[in-house]
């Protein structure tokens, strides 16, 4: 099984519905993160996490909220789907700085996402 | 803020040959990591090297190299050999970590560039 899972992989919705996308991880890491890809953009950060007690907004949050279930789940949701929100959505996992042996994030495997 | 500028938006490259993908950095911060993700067409982000700013080495793993140049600011990936497996996108990406012990919280995530296509030829 993969370190960190993303529910769904794909999904269509309407302009309007509301959607929640979720990750869980099995790394045993404090910090959890949801970033959006669009084409020709890059990754950029919506919403970050230290720990279950700790949210902090992203680069570009608006229209977006989460909720940190357990360390090991973090969700995101959209109110209010729109159609520039269509885009590929990833969810990742990092240890704390100074702890581990290990820096990198650890992405999911995305969860494309389309509003018609 | 932190900035990341890759300034290369595709690639050609024969089999065989090395080739080496620019990325230049921008951060007041004196404690930083520099990393190099590889994106297939599948989708999936794929880890390749880690720097710390304060790493007096560069990195290497395998047929990836960076080439860290502090005063410039530059951590560009080399890859020697390229395979025909290479051909995907590339992203350069920093992550500056503020904490904040007393109140708590703090700043973290990954600052990404917009990526290269590597397309490599046989």
């Known amino acids: 099984d993969a370190d960190v899972t993303q529910t769904p992989r794909n999904r269509i919705t309407k302009t309007g519905k509301r959607i929640m996308l979720e990750c869980s991880q099995t790394?045993?890491?404090?910090?959890m993160y949801w970033y959006r890809q669009d084409p020709g953009l890059g990754l950029r950060l919506i919403y970050y996490?230290?720990?279950?007690?700790?949210?902090n907004k992203g680069e570009i949050s608006d229209g977006y909220s989460v909720s940190r279930q357990a360390q090991a789940k973090f969700s995101l949701s959209l109110e209010s789907a729109i159609p520039n929100q269509t885009a590929l959505y990833f969810c990742?996992?990092?240890?704390?700085?100074?702890?581990?042996?290990?820096?990198?994030?650890?992405f999911g495997q995305g969860t494309r996402l389309t509003v018609v | 803020a932190q900035k990341i500028t890759q300034t290369q938006p595709g690639m050609f490259v024969q089999e065989k040959e090395a080739v080496t993908l620019d990325c230049t950095y921008d951060?007041?911060?004196?404690?930083?990591?520099l990393f190099w993700y590889k994106q297939p067409s599948s989708g999936e982000m794929i880890f390749l090297i880690y720097?710390?700013?304060?790493?007096?080495q560069n990195a290497t793993e395998g047929r990836y190299s960076l080439n860290f140049q502090k005063a410039r600011k530059s951590a560009n990936l080399v890859i020697s050999a390229s395979q025909l497996g290479d051909s995907a996108m590339y992203f350069c990406?920093?992550?500056?970590?503020?904490?904040?012990?007393?109140?708590?919280?703090?700043?973290?995530?990954?600052?990404f560039g917009k990526g290269t296509h590597l397309i490599i030829q046989p």
């Open positions: 990742a996992t990092s240890s704390t700085p100074g702890t581990g042996d290990a820096t990198e994030a650890f």
């Open positions: 790394k045993g890491h404090d910090r």
């Open positions: 996490s230290f720990d279950v007690k700790d949210i």
């Open positions: 951060t007041s911060d004196q404690s930083y990591g």
């Open positions: 720097q710390g700013s304060y790493d007096e």
């Open positions: 990406a920093m992550r500056v970590v503020v904490e904040r012990w007393y109140s708590g919280g703090g700043a973290d995530g990954l600052t």
